[in-house]
Nanobody
């Protein structure tokens, strides 16, 4: 079992920044690839960014390239999503998801474990 707990969401004005954290436990941290997904009201849950087990492989959705950065903090067993230049369309519930022992994927159905989500609201 892998447990994931998100934190760091909140309300921010357009152009601002937020730092989301996903604390991973239950397995050796380096064995778990992690993705960050976003679900806006009435929409599907979409992948925003993902990072492989070693941190050497990353993926970003086109809508966030150049604004968001995903990274691993091995000392804290945490995956960070640093979000800058936020836009109102970035609003949604952000979930982190874990995929142990296999390569990074962009498909939500291939993640085995999910956190409870954290709300991000960007006002215009």
């Amino acid at each position: 079992q892998v447990q994931l707990v998100e934190s760091g969401g909140g309300l921010v004005q357009a152009g601002g920044s937020l730092r989301l954290s996903c604390a991973v436990s239950g397995r050796t941290f380096s064995s778990v690839g992690v993705g960050w997904f976003r679900q806006a009201p009435g929409k599907e849950r979409d992948l925003v960014a993902a990072i492989g087990r070693s941190g050497g492989t990353t993926y970003y959705a086109d809508s966030v390239k150049g604004r968001f950065t995903i990274s691993r903090d091995n000392a804290e067993n945490t995956v960070i999503l640093q979000m800058t230049s936020l836009k109102p369309e970035d609003t949604g519930v952000y979930y982190c998801a874990g995929r142990p022992l296999r390569p990074m994927t962009v498909w939500s159905h291939e993640y085995d474990y999910w956190g409870q989500g954290t709300q991000v609201t960007v006002s215009s």
